[in-house]
């Protein structure tokens, strides 16, 4: 695809010293042109209103510097989610050559494998309405959530830890906690390879050892929530959903274990770009060459935490069921509870990508983005190969959330990467200011959304203002043939940390 | 944050305060316990994300929240050396209401200068 030349997007983005030049492909893709130190363009999935954004030059601005790392193949991407990140910016995605390029923790995010698991259930609106408010309740009491929340099991020993870093989500199966069928419908089938507990940190598995089932804070979830419409009823089909279905969301990462490990290398990978001459725009774009022995310790460590967050969604579900079952008295027939999909949305990734019609091998970074495999891929659970990857995509909890699916065009033109929420309009300093002397809990109780949360500030920082517009999100990567849409998921219940 | 001192000592030991005022309200938080360690970097800026670092792990492993810091600079050639003293207590979830999980102290914006005589200042963001 090229596209026509445009001379100015608006002032803001001269001042802050990108390229004067933003180029529209279409009215919903956009380039920077490759200029100065940047190896590739810049691509950019977005409206012109979501570019208007407060803060997008900043974040253009980050979008050029991960375009000058070495090894950088055809693009450094931006998601219409995108906002500022470390180095990297969130909602982008970053595909460098295993030959020659390089491996960045900070093109994951400090959240390894932060992502989202989505639970289908064989009940209805109206199953649920009349206790809505003591299931949530239950789920708040019985998932830990919250700063330092831990205690779901007891607490793992070194051995168990270093099981969960190479198994993930099937030592949680393997325990009684789930169905191998859960695996399928998983990512990855909840471990990725080559993961070596020998590559992480004393301080890792300290922070570790009892997080294992918890939800945490900040914008991490679990949510009950409704199919509010269906827009493609044969991929819905395909998926187990259906209008008026209860469906659960969580969202949360690798916790404690994970942030160690990404600070750990950090500093191991700061040291490394400058003994392998790498120029870095930012220091925390910290990377060094895949094979080098830096990169493949942090391949190694990351693909730990990576597996440590599937166990930890596993782990989660497993509570999610007990709680329901107690609270609405039914058999687990009768609530049927199953694993719809299972995705990351910050992680390294080693793919094989057609790239202008050449066969490669990749290092794609997904840092708040989503993979959106096509039909017919082989890493595509067989259920829903002749349909293309679920990709589940949270929104705010006052808005709605979104199935969509992942498809050819995607694996041509995003490696197979799409959009990973709503993105950040607001900091949460600004969110509370904004809050001030309102009731967030019952405003949105008032669009019948039972809120529980663990910190008093929480909900605060976490309003639907706070954030973009993910019907205008996802709305971008329909349009541009990546992730259309399959249903929308509306929030009855949430309870943050 | 942007943190301000008359020394790098107050600006390390402000800066101390910023991270733990971000966890728990200190004024709940009493001080019956002290931990010490120490620190060595190449310079000031990177002693100070250390120093955050090993005191934001004195919360994640022990539960040690602190109140009160003294930081004491040590000799030696070209590198910075403190020796950090925390005063405080382990959590009691009965009084301590813990407000922002802060995954790590980052590099972005890190930053420390002297302004001018007797005037120092540093930036950091704090991920949460």
Redo the contacts between chains.
Sequence with gaps: MTCEGLTTMNADLDTAGIPPRLIPCNDVIWEIPATGDMRVPGRIYATKELLSSPGQSDVLAQVRNVATLPGIVRYSLAMPDIHFG??FPIGGVAAFSVEDGVISPGGVG??INCGVRLLATDLHREDIEPALKRTIDQLFRDIPA???SSGAIQKLSRRQLETICVRGAAWAVENGYGTPADLERTEAGGALPGADPSAVSE?AF??GTDQVGTL???NHFLEVQVVEEIFDREAATAFGLAEGQITLMIHVGSR?FG?QI??DY?GVM?RAAAAYGIRLA???L?CSPVTSPEGRRYLAAMACAANYAWANRQMLMHLIEKALLRTLSLSPQALGLRLVYDVAHNIAKIEQHTVEGKAMTLCVHRKGATRAFGPQHPEVPAVYRSTGQPVLIPGDMGTASFVCKGTRQAMEETFGSTCHGAGRVMS?AQALKRARGRAIERELGEKGIVARAQ???TLGEEMPEAYKDVEAVVGVMGRAGISPRVARLRPLGVIK? | MEIKGRDPAELLEHALFALFDQIVDLRTVRLVRRRTFSVREADLTLALRHTLTEALALFNLEGFLAAAAGVRWEGGEGTVGVVVTLWGENVDRSRHELQTEIKAVTYHRLLTEQTEPGAWRATILFDV
């Design positions: 470390y180095g400090y959240d919250g700063v330092g301080r300290a922070r945490g804070a900040g404690g942030y990404c600070d950090l700061g930012d220091r925390q910290a949460r910190g008093r500030k940390g």
